[in-house]
Structure formats: C-alpha cells, structure tokens
C-alpha cells in the first residue's frame, strides 16, 4: 500500500521534442508509483505547449497518475489535465480554486514562510508546494522546505509537495519529515536512460524508510 506513505510527484523535464520528452516521461513512469506528473510550460508558446501536453497527459493518466499542468487553465482544459498547478501567490491560487475546483485538482505554493503557507491554506486548494519547480540545484532537498512540510503536515489537513533535491536519495529525507508527497526532477531525469530504475529504487526505499499514516 503506496497511499499511506510519502509519494513521488514528478516534474516534467525541459526537452524540446514533444516526442521524446513524452517518451522520457513514459519511461520514468513504468518505475512504479507515481502520484502526480506537474508539466511546466518553459517558455513555450500556448500552441507548442498544447502539442507537448496532448501527448503527455494521456500517458501520464494511463500510468495511474494525475497530469497537472502549470498555471494555463486553457491547454489545461484542452488537453483534459487532471489539474493545474499555480505558481504565483495566494490570491492567484484562491483564483483558480474558485474557477477550477472541484472539476480540476488545484494546487501550488511559493510559501516562504509559515505566515505565507497558511494564507495558501486559506484559499483550500488541493495541496500546497513547498519550494520551487526548478529548486533542486543541489543533493539534497532545502532544509528550509522540508521544515515548513514538517510542521504543515504535523498541523493541517492538506497534504504537502516538498520539493526534493537533485539526488534520488533526497525523497527518504522529505519523507521522515512526514511529508505526503515528494517532487522529484533532475533526480529522475538528469540520465533520462535510468529515468524508470530511479523510480523504482525512490518507491523500494520509501516502501522501506518512509513513516506510515494513520488513517
């Protein structure tokens, strides 16, 4: 049982052909569990960006997991994601839960600070974020992140992303904090060829180390 343990959210890498950035993504997926795939739109535009997202999404709900497109409800929409992730501040958040929920998840953060993480709290989206989409630029995952999930997840309902570092390792550290889900991306997809076997020692070792929940 994967769900009352932390889970492996994924961040879609920055790889200019559709096709082998869909292919990239399947392979990391047949690892094993995968909660939840965020697809961030790096600078493409809307109509580019609708290409990589048609091919994705598909495969990424085949695997059991939820695609979450980043703050563009319209490809979202489109393309049939299971969400949207928003990346700017509270009131943009509290925005799109109004319009989007409950037919579309709803989730994001860029909470700094305990103060910042409950004004998030307050909008009730889906799951708040702690760190940033492209923050793994080192090993190990920002202890300052991994703080703000401990304390959240000890206290409130909505469960935590907290993203990981750049080495696998990282998402057990996330996980003893107590943490719901943890987000992985250079982790997985730095050696694309690996991607899969990643995934699948991240879920042996969280099966291993990681705190179970209480219902």
Known sequence: MTEDRCRLVLIVPDIADPAMRCETVANALRGGDVASVIIPQYGLDDGEFQKHAELLVPVIQEAGAAALIVDNSRVAGRVKADGLHITGNAEALAEAVEKHQPKLIV???????????LEVGETQPDYIFFGKLDGDIKPEAHSKNVALGEWWSAMIEIPAIVM?????????????????????????FEDPANAAAIVARVNAELDEKAPRFAD
Not at 107 to 117: P, S
């Open 164 to 188: 990981g570092g750049a080495d696998p390792s990282s998402a057990v550290a996330v996980a003893e904090a107590g943490v719901e889900f943890v987000a992985l991306g250079k982790a997985v």
């Open 107 to 117: 989730g994001g953060g860029n909470a700094m600070d305990r103060h910042h993480a």
